[in-house]
């Protein structure tokens, strides 16, 4: 079987998010499966060419995005370790060479994400069709990749050489929509029908790629079992959408991501003072005092709690709950570190928190996977109050490094973390979204971890846990095949 895999971000050559390392992870297991898969993603300009030998192929062709024909060129990674694992990098020096993944330096979208990924389906097909590379399966991710299914549909005499290929399109998060305006109608290469009301593109008198993929894919697919029955069953959840799924007469199916172990062991991690296991999980302390030396906080935590948190500092993460609650949480005599960046009123919150509480409560902004190695291995817990999470990878890496998870009963995070009931379990989870539910676990966490033996007991759970990305993609490889046999 061969899959074409196509993603606007694809670890280790760029990435955003958890989108980044699904792309980067879940290709390599296929591959190790027996799967050929060809990964397509845009040859940014931010991507380290150094690093990677990434080769120049000698195929070129145009795209059509409107009334611009678009030149592009080729270049190609494979995998030394793994030749059925290939990422084709789109080379287009205007839209991608020259540019980031979705914000200039300023942080602010560039204002033609939607021709960029337009760009990108459009090419896909190019490259998917190359002598050699036809796809069983074209795997697409999210909305910038979602009109690929369309343009199959719309014009299958066009596109007859995929006639026996089918499309999975996968939801890492539904609330991003790629919401466009109708003025730009003319950039999409789809009759006027696409666009009138109620029609496949149309989204409240805007363009929506998102609803138009989920209506032409063969299967749709979402990262966790949780959050495809809350998209299939809440219109909150689905941002919107639940009734074009069910309209749609598809299933929607959920297959938790995994983790990249190689990435996220405290065993093998490079970054963190001190290396540990399973079974000396008791040299955890010193990574503990590593962390507290190099956040600046004070020694004393090393015998109290330590809460540890990396995350965007958007809504969705449940930043709004965290800071209604961490005053009373800093009752509780526990230290906490906050990796992450986002929304501006967010931050200078947590600057506030920072100068109300030296020395117990500090804030790094930005993107530092050094420090969020660290995290894992000093901290005691680990917090998750997600407003809504569709898998959420940090919280399995946090379980490895046995730093106790505290999350809200949403998406992976309920499929991932057991909560402690004396006896079993792997965390602390709390069902009702509001600060008075988020801080009883907080407490609790708190409860149990003066009681050492207990503590080691959930820790150990944790740590037992396996949530490889090998069993997610023989998940994915059923999946495909059922795509390919049935749908």
């Not at 120049?56 to 678009?70: D, L, N």
């Not at 991003?176 to 496949?200: C, E, N, T, W």
Request: glycine content about 8%.
């Amino acid at each position: 079987m061969k899959i074409a895999f196509v993603s606007a971000e694809v670890y280790p050559f760029s990435k955003v998010g958890g989108l980044g390392d699904v792309a980067g992870a879940l290709p390599v297991e296929l591959a190790n499966l027996g799967i050929s898969v060809n990964v397509i993603t845009p040859g940014y300009g931010s991507i380290n060419r150094k690093r990677f030998p990434i080769q120049r192929i000698p195929y070129r062709f145009t795209v059509k995005i409107g009334g611009e024909m678009i030149e592009c060129g080729v270049s190609r990674w494979v995998s030394a370790e793994q030749p059925k694992h290939c990422v084709y990098f789109v080379e287009n020096e205007f839209y991608f060479g020259a540019r980031g993944i979705y914000n200039d330096a300023n942080g602010r979208a560039y204002d033609d994400n939607n021709k960029r990924f337009l760009l990108l389906g459009k090419a896909a097909l190019e490259i998917a069709r190359m002598p050699g590379e036809r796809p069983d399966i074209i795997h697409c991710n999210d909305n910038h990749t979602a009109m690929i299914p369309v343009y199959l549909k719309a014009d299958p005499a066009l596109h007859h050489d995929f006639k026996n290929t089918k499309t999975l399109l996968t939801l890492h998060n539904i609330a991003y929509q790629g919401i466009d305006s109708m003025d730009h109608k003319d950039l999409y290469g789809v009759p006027d029908d696409f666009f009138r009301p109620m029609a496949a593109l149309e989204w409240w008198g805007q363009i929506n790629p998102l609803k138009a993929g989920i209506i032409f894919a063969d299967g749709i697919s979402t990262v966790s079992p949780t959050h495809a029955r809350e998209i299939m069953n809440s219109e909150v959840f689905s941002a919107g959408m639940q009734n074009i799924i069910r309209s749609s007469g598809k299933t929607v199916y959920g297959i938790l991501n995994g983790v990249d172990y190689q990435e996220w062991h405290p065993a093998t991690d490079r970054y963190i003072a001190k290396p540990y296991s399973i079974e000396t999980v008791e040299e955890k302390k010193y990574n503990k005092i590593a962390l507290l030396n190099d956040m600046g906080l004070d020694q004393s935590v090393v015998n109290k709690p330590l809460i540890g948190m990396v995350s965007r500092l958007v809504e969705q993460k449940g930043i709004s709950l965290l800071i209604e609650s961490i005053d009373r949480m800093m009752t509780l005599d526990i230290g906490m570190i906050v990796l992450g960046s986002g929304e501006p009123e967010y931050e200078r919150a947590m600057r506030k928190f920072a100068r109300r509480y030296p020395r117990r409560f500090v804030v790094d902004f930005g993107y530092n996977n050094p420090l969020a190695h660290k995290i894992m291995a000093g901290c005691d817990m680990f917090l998750m109050p997600s407003r809504y999470e569709p898998c959420g990878i940090t919280q399995m890496a946090a379980l490895k490094y046995g730093n106790v998870p505290i999350v809200h009963k949403t998406g992976g995070l309920a499929d991932t973390v057991i909560h402690w009931d004396g006896q079993s379990g792997n965390g602390f989870v709390f069902e009702n979204y509001s600060s008075d539910d988020l801080i009883k676990p907080v407490r609790d966490a708190v409860t149990v971890f003066m009681n050492g033996k207990e503590w080691r007991r959930i820790r150990l759970n944790g740590m037992a846990t396996d949530f490889s990305w090998k069993r997610s993609a023989q998940q994915y490889i059923e999946l495909y095949e059922y795509t390919c046999q049935v749908l």
